[in-house]
């Protein structure tokens, strides 16, 4: 049984559509990611499906019951919110026990869950802590073990590493996942950080205006991205996407001497290359380099192919400088065809094509 199928869910605000018609189910157990731009609605499906705001029309289901008209207090999930949300003149433990001991449940009870949280979470030596009295690591943990104590099916996450340092987001993000593998529960992740989603999750599901852009695996976004839009969000740096040409036996990139680099078709089309698969070569397609980014492990290295730029990421550092004429390959199989018009994923054979010189 799935732990969250959402069916048609749309949410106005007067003229606004926030939510567009979408759906998804997150299975249980499983760990699903919302990513997307800010504005792109992905907190705000969170909210609808946790109750705290109203769907204009649609169906949310968690755990095989219809719970769209209920309130969140009903629902059977427990949630994370991105400000931590936690009551500064309580003690760590009394803030972890809040929601059980409104609702009354037995002491004995509350000892038990309190333990086994604090176990998970190593907060052992903080339940006496006032929240100001924690780091934000540690105050991000006593958030999760409010919300985990609840011993909830399913946990619902809106962006709860952003106000970390990059260390700790790292630390973290190997934390709630090690945790959602350990309780076997359905967990639904809101982020911006294609990051965190890609290393995360279980299933990515990338949202634009309102609706799902594309729903799979993180493999299947960054292998087979179903437009220019996700191929361009994920990646780091994002794929090169570059206008093409027509010449003598294809398409070739525009403002370039060739080669044909994808076949001619009905509507205009552009190449998607990531640019970890493009290499430097004695021959292939011409470029000038413009500028280089030394990282250490890595290099970008931005190239001008006639009027537009092509980043190439290579390990170490290539010997190459700002002026110099080099030339580009990529494995066939490396090539994305999209519609320049739609922007969709066309299945064109790139994989019999090559970008050998002219």
Known sequence: MSGIRVESLTKEWGTVRAVDGIGFEAGSPEFVTLLGPSGCGKSTTLRLIAGLEQATSGRIVIAGRDVTGLPASKRNLSMVFQSYALFPHLSVADNILFGLSIRGVPKAERKRRLSAVVDLLGLGRLLDRRPSQLSGGQQQRVALGRALIAETPVCLLDEPLSNLDAQLRAEMRNEIRGLQQRLRITMLFVTHDQTEAMSMADRIILMRDGRIEQNGTPVDLYERPAST????????????????????????????????????????????????????????????????????????????????????????????TPGTTTHLRWPPAAAHLFDATTGLRRDAPLQQLKPDAA
């Not at 996700?230 to 994002?238: L, Q, W, Y």
């Not at 001497?257 to 640019?275: D, F």
Request: one cysteine or more.
């Open 229 to 320: 839009f996700v191929a361009r969000f994920i990646g780091t740096p994002p794929m090169n996407v570059l206008d093409l040409t027509p010449v003598d036996g294809g398409l070739a990139i525009a403002g370039s001497s060739g080669p044909a680099v994808a076949p001619s078709g009905s509507s205009p089309a552009r190449l998607g290359v990531r640019p970890e698969h493009i290499g430097f070569a004695e021959s292939g397609l011409a470029a000038i380099v413009q500028s280089v980014e030394y990282f250490g492990a890595d290099t970008i290295t931005a190239c001008r192919v006639g009027q537009q730029l092509m980043l190439v990421r290579t390990p170490g550092r290539p010997a190459l």
